[in-house]
């Protein structure tokens, strides 16, 4: 077998530090000054914020060339001149002393595996030469991209240009693929980011396991608080008395994994007490009577047994439900991925949604408006065939996106039916270990690999494990795609440079191009940069690119938002109506109505907890664990048990714990326990993204737990691959009481 070894970034790094000339300002054709008396800088530079994946609008205050402070763009829709708390840390990533600094290249000495640091030139020749290496022998879709964040966007480009389908993000099959699907099949339609969702209009806002509050997306938590402040009831389902059940009028502390049954029950509730909107169904709906039908067994009394939850409390909370319609929102939450029967969850919160009429509807969901902009004219991409990340082509019938764990077992030789394996990756943006389910079997796909490329900013887990490393500029120092989404209001925003790149790094684009260039695809990278990119595109839209470069974001028009007010009532399923009943569910063999099964989400074996997860609001996943600014507030995790649990196990408040999974695998660092009456006895609550074994990741490294190294086992959703997460149980191992552990770096899992 290949030994690929998992290299600390940084005490080795030899060669070529100085590498005169490349830190030229990239920028100087986009740069952009505007003078703005109310800043202490000497300009204020608007953009947008990549600290999460909502891209708020932002002004970048310079002084001195640095940037000073990060305020919110009150000409931008989804920030409305506020941030959410990682947002105005910013900084904290531009000026991390611990960011890629050069691009690396692996090398073998006598010594060891270690990294060197060569010229931009040297490694993306490398990087050409070995992608042409791989497709020469196997075809370009032996080459796979991982990609989150907006910078991925021009590598998502050069993959389509060379000829490869295999494209993959863990933020769909980890993350909101099943809630996509289950809408596309009830409604036509998904709920897209930013969800269209019209909660400031709210009047009753249902949140399932959505932690807002915690899930820190800047506009949602805003349109939270304006919809508590018009005093709309909340009602929160959650095993966890989250900061969002804090702020409800019911807390349900659901035992988890039985949401299907209290969804259910609503259903029975509202249907046989005549609750629903007979005139929205009578219009719009496909398949009433057999949902009619189908839920009259699911009685509050029958859900009861399944979620805890008292039959009365069912009853009075589908009724305040529908006392608001169609003003309720039943929110589709985002990280669905909890059980592996995840689509299906998703449609019965979508059917629920569609008895109450809450789509197109006024504090329902919105009709998203869009800014028509078009696209660039490219020669067209090279015919593409189908991407290898199935066990056979007909698994998974209703994704919608290639599976980034199906990209990881088609790396591993005979583990899929099919003729060509994976033999190479681009990563970007994407920590995978950290954030693929099984992270064993991502390491032993990492050892297949003929090639391994990471483009980050900071020397995450995956950069240790590459073969090039190249040092990607941060959202503050590049300019990127414009920005369009569909929203409640048509806009387009722009990100632009606010300083030149500092180091060697160096903007996407840039990165993407050059890789184009050598890989023969000049015509797909006909433009000089990409300011120029987006100014043609503006200009094919009507718009001034000068215009957009001073405010940030320019508005378009809007049609009507609500049904009520002329938005056409258009569904785009296969009735051309809301799917109570899905036939095309049905032809694929899964239920056609969302459909309880005992015994389907396993309870946790005696003496274990169920492992859940969740966000701090300071934090975005991994990503920010080593922001020195943010991580002031929230420097580790803690592992959240319930106070019964706790006087049972003796454990105290603060006391340091491992947690070990039902597979024996402990975690390799320690938190502090949280005693708390505010999780289910039944289930342990941490924070993702604590828990680096990086090296030079120097802050976060060593701190709290690390979610994903306990989660060895997952569920695949079998409507659309995506990859249940929350069926991992662990129990405690007080850190007095662990034999000592040596920190692994990875070291030893792929020592093989
Ligand atoms: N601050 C911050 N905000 C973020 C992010 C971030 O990293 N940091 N990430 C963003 C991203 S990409 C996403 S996808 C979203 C994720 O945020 P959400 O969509 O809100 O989803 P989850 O992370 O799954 O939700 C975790 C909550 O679900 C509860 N839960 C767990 N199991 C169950 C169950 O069986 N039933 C019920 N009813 N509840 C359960 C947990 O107790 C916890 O409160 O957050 C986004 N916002
Ligand atoms: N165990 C566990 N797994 C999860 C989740 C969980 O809660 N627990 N959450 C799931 C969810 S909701 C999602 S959306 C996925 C996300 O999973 P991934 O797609 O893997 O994304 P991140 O964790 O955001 O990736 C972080 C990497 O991006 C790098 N990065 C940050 N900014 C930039 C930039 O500007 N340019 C480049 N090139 N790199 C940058 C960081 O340094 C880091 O290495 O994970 C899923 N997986
Ligand atoms: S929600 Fe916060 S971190 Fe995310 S884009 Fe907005 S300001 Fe940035
Ligand atoms: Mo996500």
Redesign the pocket.
């Known amino acids: 077998m290949k030994r690929r070894e998992f290299i600390q970034i940084g005490g080795g790094v030899a060669g070529a530090a100085a590498l005169g000339g490349l830190t030229t300002n990239w920028g100087g054709l986009y740069r952009n000054n505007i003078p703005d008396p109310g800043t202490d800088g000497d300009r204020v530079v608007p953009t947008f914020c990549?600290l999460c994946?909502w891209k708020c609008g932002i002004l970048a205050h310079v002084k001195n060339g640095r940037v000073t402070k990060i305020k919110g763009n009150p000409a931008d829709p989804l920030s409305r001149g506020m941030l959410c708390p990682r947002g105005a840390g910013g900084t904290g990533?531009l000026y991390d002393p611990d960011r890629l600094k050069q691009p690396l290249v692996r090398v073998n000495r006598n010594s060891g595996t270690d990294f060197e640091a060569v010229s931009w030139d040297t490694a993306l020749d490398e990087v050409a030469e070995r992608f042409q290496r791989v497709s020469e022998q196997w075809g370009a879709p032996a080459l796979a991209l991982?990609?989150?964040?907006y910078?991925?966007n021009w590598m998502k480009h050069l993959f389509k240009a060379y000829g490869s389908p295999n494209i993959a993000?863990?933020?769909y099959a980890?993350?909101?693929g099943p809630r996509e699907v289950g809408f596309e099949l009830t409604f036509g339609s998904g709920v897209g980011s930013p969800e269209i969702t019209d909660m400031r209009n709210s009047r009753c806002l249902v949140l399932i396991g959505s932690h807002l509050g915690e899930n820190m997306h800047n506009t949602q938590v805003q349109d939270f608080a304006e919809a508590i402040r018009n005093g709309a009831d909340v009602i929160v389902v959650d095993p966890r008395f989250s900061v969002a059940a804090s702020k409800a009028r019911h807390w349900l502390p659901i035992r988890a994994g039985t949401d299907m049954a209290l969804l259910l029950a609503w259903m029975n509730v509202i249907i046989s007490e005549n609750l629903h909107d007979a005139e929205y169904i009578e219009n719009y709906s496909y398949g009433f009577e057999q949902l009619k039908s189908h839920v009259e067994a699911y009685t509050p009394e029958w859900a009861y047994a399944r979620t805890g939850i008292e039959p009365e409390k069912i009853r009075i909370t589908a009724r305040i439900m529908a006392g608001a319609r169609p003003a309720t929102l039943v929110h589709p939450g985002?990280?669905v991925?909890w059980y592996g029967n995840d689509t299906q969850r998703s449609r019965a919160i979508a059917i629920l949604n569609g008895l109450l009429g809450s789509w197109g509807r006024r504090g329902g969901f919105y009709m998203p408006q869009y800014m028509d902009i078009p696209s660039y004219t490219y020669p067209g991409y090279r015919q593409h065939p189908t991407a290898t990340d199935r066990p056979e082509p007909s698994a998974y019938p209703l994704s919608d996106q290639v599976l980034a764990q199906g990209v990881c077992d088609a790396t591993i030789p005979g583990n899929l039916r099919t003729e060509s394996d994976v033999k190479g990756w681009m990563v970007?943006?994407?920590?995978?270990p950290?954030?693929?389910?099984d992270p064993e079997k991502t390491y032993r796909a990492i050892q297949e690999l003929e090639f391994l490329v990471t483009?980050?900013?900071?020397p995450?887990?995956?950069?240790g494990w590459s073969d090039v490393v190249l040092p990607?500029a941060?959202?503050l120092e590049r300019c990127d795609e414009l920005r369009a989404p569909g929203y409640r209001e048509a806009f387009v925003a722009v990100r632009q440079e606010v300083v030149p790149p500092m180091y060697e790094s160096k903007p996407?684009w840039w990165i993407a191009k050059e890789l184009g260039n050598r890989l023969g695809l000049t015509d797909f990278f006909p433009w000089q940069d990409s300011m120029e990119y987006a100014r043609m595109r503006l200009e094919q839209a009507g718009l001034d690119c000068h215009v957009l470069q001073e405010t940030g974001v320019i508005r378009g028009e809007n049609g009507p938002l609500y049904f009520e007010d002329g938005a056409p009532a258009e569904f785009y399923t296969d009735s051309g109506k809301i799917e109570f009943y899905s036939q095309k569910l049905a032809s694929y063999g899964f239920d056609p109505m969302p459909t309880y099964h005992d015994g389907e989400v396993a309870a946790p074996p005696p003496g274990y907890y169920r492992l859940l997860?969740?966000?701090a609001p300071t934090h975005?996943?991994?990503?920010t664990t080593n922001n020195r600014l943010l991580s002031e507030v929230f420097d580790e995790n803690a592992v959240w048990v319930n106070s019964a649990v706790a006087r049972r196990w003796g454990l105290a408040d603060g006391e340091r714990v491992h947690l070990q999974n039902q597979d024996g695998v402990r975690s390799t660092f320690t938190a502090p326990v949280k005693v708390t009456e505010r999780i289910h006895p039944e289930a342990v609550y941490i924070v993702?993204?604590y828990g680096h074994k990086a090296e030079k990741l120097r802050f976060a490294r060593g701190r709290g737990i690390?979610?994903?190294e306990l989660?060895t086992r997952y569920k695949t959703d079998p409507i659309m691959g995506g990859t249940g997460?929350n069926v991992n149980f662990v129990t405690f191992v007080r850190a007095v009481d662990a034999p000592p552990q040596v920190a692994t770096d990875g070291r030893e899992e792929v020592d093989v």
């Open positions: 990549e994946f990533l991982f990609s989150h964040g910078g991925g993000a863990p933020s980890q993350c909101r985002r990280h991925t970007y943006g994407s920590n995978l950290t954030t693929l389910p483009v980050d900013v900071l995450a887990e995956i950069a990607e941060t959202y996407g997860f969740g966000r975005t996943f991994g990503r993702h993204g690390d979610d994903n989660i997460m």
